[in-house]
């Protein structure tokens, strides 16, 4: 019998790089770091290491100065890394000279959140916008930068040689497609505007959120439906559409695309069709993972968000979901009281700051199934206040 052979992919391995510039702190960057090792780890990498240095501002050649550099380059060269994955985006030039210096696949932030949305994409819509924002962020690094279009068309490597007029005809060759896909989006575009138009009266609910914060958890949960949900960033790339029935009043729910910290602009772009169903929604339901140490920061990112594309006035219920993982963090130095899960009961989120924010305010646990009672009457009271505005000869119904 002849010898078996592991058929299994083997894992690149990556170190990650950050910068600590003027106005932040190590912890933030740390926390950054933190979610770069996730994003990593879900686009197939193996994070062995991570690099920060604090700058005033990034090197305008190599994003980093030269003595970290030859730190990066020595710890790669002993362990025979594969890939440098940096948190922020890097220009071509910077981008041109590091692939020089280290040899290796170089990933800025923009790259890494490319792949993770090019490997995520199920339908036409996704697999086409997904591909107008690669190739939307390829076009300015050709010039002297193999690997990424290599791996673009699925090869390895870099090309040697290759002369100005190829380099010209490879850009046009993007520019082309880039049209292309903009005509076909387009095309796709009308058809889910026509899809939206068929829906009738119904009232729009669309959930919105950082990623992995629970939304298709909550859709399921709402709607009794099968919605994938995973403990992985982007786990949800087209919108999910599902009627819902809350007493006597039905509606239309939409789990959307999770936000993330510098989301690559082009994805913003040219998801802004898919995220038409936040902009035609009357009510958001903004989930929020209470349990996430940064889960302030993750509120802002969302809104600014929602503000880029035309949405942050829209009538919105924030839900703090994961109360089941929330654990209080003492902001006063001389409060000896342990820093435990029962120190805080639903009643003592209420009263705290988060629960002032306002009426459509509520927490639960979506995996433990707490306090979802509460949240399905206050969707359903805010819902029909929207029908009843919107059809007032349907009051009687209520």
């Known amino acids: 019998m002849g010898k078996l052979h592991d058929t299994a992919p083997v894992q690149e391995t990556a170190v990650l790089v950050g910068l600590i510039k003027s106005g932040e702190t190590e912890e933030k960057v740390a926390e950054y770091m933190e979610e770069l090792a996730f994003l990593s780890e879900t686009a197939g990498l193996a994070p062995q290491k991570r690099f920060t240095q604090k700058l005033l501002k990034a090197d305008p050649k190599t994003f980093l100065g030269s003595g970290k550099i030859n730190e990066i380059d020595a710890y790669i060269k002993e362990h025979d890394i594969d890939v440098v994955v940096f948190d922020d985006d890097l220009s071509p030039s910077q981008l041109r000279n590091l692939e020089k210096i280290f040899q290796k696949k170089i990933y800025d932030r923009s790259l890494l959140i490319l792949d993770i949305f090019q490997s995520r994409a199920q339908t036409a819509q996704a697999r086409t916008q997904v591909e107008l924002a690669r190739y939307q962020y390829l076009l300015p690094r050709l ?13 390895t490597g870099t090309r040697g040689g290759a002369g100005e007029k190829e380099i010209e005809t490879d850009k046009r060759i993007i520019r082309d497609r880039i049209s292309l896909l903009k005509e076909q989006l387009k095309e796709i575009d009308k058809q889910m505007a026509t899809q939206r138009k ?5 009232i729009r609910v669309a959930l ?6 629970g939304k298709s958890t909550i859709m399921n949960l709402l709607s009794k439906s099968e919605v994938l949900a995973e403990n992985k960033l982007f786990a949800t790339l087209d919108t999910t559409v599902r009627k819902v029935v809350i007493n006597n009043l039905p509606f239309l729910m939409s789990d959307t695309v999770g936000f993330i910290r510098k989301l690559p602009h082009q994805l913003v772009e040219s998801f802004k069709s898919t995220l038409d169903e936040v902009r ?16 302030e920061d993750h509120i802002n990112v969302v809104n600014e968000t929602l503000a880029e594309i035309g949405a942050r006035d829209k009538q919105t219920i924030l839900v703090f979901n994961k109360i089941d993982a929330y654990t209080y963090v003492k902001k006063d130095e001389d409060d000896l009281t342990e820093t435990t899960r029962e120190n805080w009961s639903l009643e003592d989120l209420k009263r705290s700051w988060m629960g002032r924010m306002g009426e459509d305010c509520i927490f639960i646990s979506a995996t433990k199934k707490e306090n979802i009672d509460e949240l399905r009457d206050l969707l359903y009271e805010r819902a029909k206040a929207v029908h009843i505005t919107r059809y007032p000869y349907d009051k009687l119904l209520y």
Not at 143 to 155: D, K, V
Not at 198 to 202: E, Y
Not at 280 to 295: G, M, R, T, Y
């Open 280 to 295: 035609e929604a009357d009510i958001l339901l903004h989930v929020v993972d209470i349990s996430h140490p940064e889960f």
């Open 198 to 202: 068929s829906r009738g009266r119904l």
């Open 208 to 213: 919105v959120g950082y990623t992995n914060v």
């Open 143 to 155: 010039t002297n930068m193999w690997t990424h279009l290599e791996r673009q068309r699925g090869g």
